[in-house]
T-cell receptor
Framework: DAGVIQSPRHEVTEMGQEVTLRCKPI?????LFWYRQTMMRGLELLIY????????DSGMPEDRFSAKMPNASFSTLKIQPSEPRDSAVYFC????????????FGPGTRLTVL | KQEVTQIPAALSVPEGENLVLNCSFT??????LQWFRQDPGKGLTSLLL?????REQTSGRLNASLDKSSGRSTLYIAASQPGDSATYLC??????????FGKGTRLSVIA
């Protein structure tokens, strides 16, 4: 398996623009997580899905953020409009259940909002 | 709300030294504890997973211990090498809840 795939790897955009980050989880995994990592706040959980259904989006900072999972092999995180304080590395992760299996992370998308 | 703390935030050691990284968590009713490694510009890679019924796990030069009652875990790295330089993150989860991460310890092993 190719692991968790994220695109793009780097995104530079101007304030006010729409940004869409994409994730393909590991095949067969039923949980998908979106995280944001900054130096100040560390790794923060934004939202997670189980079997394509959003379970907890309490970590989504504002209404400008939205996430979808239309099928088991694809998810998007959208920021509209983007702001400079959204600059961070965004990670997608997937896992099989909440039992003893580990969580697998993608390489991340480094977002810079000018 | 579960909080995970890692001390120190950064650590620099000479090659060959044995070292210990610390992790503490506020809610001892955890299900799993995991240690991850993150290289600069990369995602997180799982190193060791300890279930709540276990006290330790070992993988090569790495040994992780868990003391649930005191809310502590340690990651022991034997005979450190420059290739061990990375950020190490500790994470816990409780039942069917997502992992809660510490901010990590940035380790530099100097040749």
């Amino acid at each position: 398996d190719a692991g968790v795939i994220q695109s793009p790897r780097h995104e530079v955009t101007e304030m006010g623009q729409e940004v869409t980050l994409r994730c393909k989880p590991i095949s067969g995994h039923d949980y998908l997580f979106w995280y944001r990592q900054t130096m100040m706040r560390g790794l923060e959980l934004l939202i997670y899905f189980n079997n394509n259904v959003p379970i907890d989006d309490s970590g989504m900072p504002e209404d400008r953020f939205s996430a979808k999972m239309p099928n088991a092999s694809f998810s998007t995180l959208k920021i509209q409009p983007s702001e400079p304080r959204d600059s961070a590395v965004y990670f997608c992760a997937s896992r099989l259940g909440f039992s003893t299996d580990t969580q697998y992370f993608g390489p991340g998308t480094r977002l810079t909002v000018l | 709300k579960q909080e995970v703390t890692q001390i120190p935030a950064a650590l620099s050691v000479p090659e060959g030294e044995n070292l210990v990284l610390n992790c503490s968590f506020t809610d001892s009713a955890i299900y799993n504890l995991q240690w991850f490694r993150q290289d600069p510009g990369k995602g997180l890679t799982s190193l060791l997973l300890i279930q709540s019924s276990q006290r330790e796990q070992t993988s090569g030069r790495l040994n992780a211990s868990l003391d649930k009652s005191s809310g502590r875990s340690t990651l022991y790295i034997a005979a450190s090498q420059p290739g061990d330089s990375a950020t190490y993150l500790c994470a816990v989860n409780k039942g069917n809840t997502p992992l809660v991460f510490g901010k990590g310890t940035r380790l530099s092993v100097i040749a």
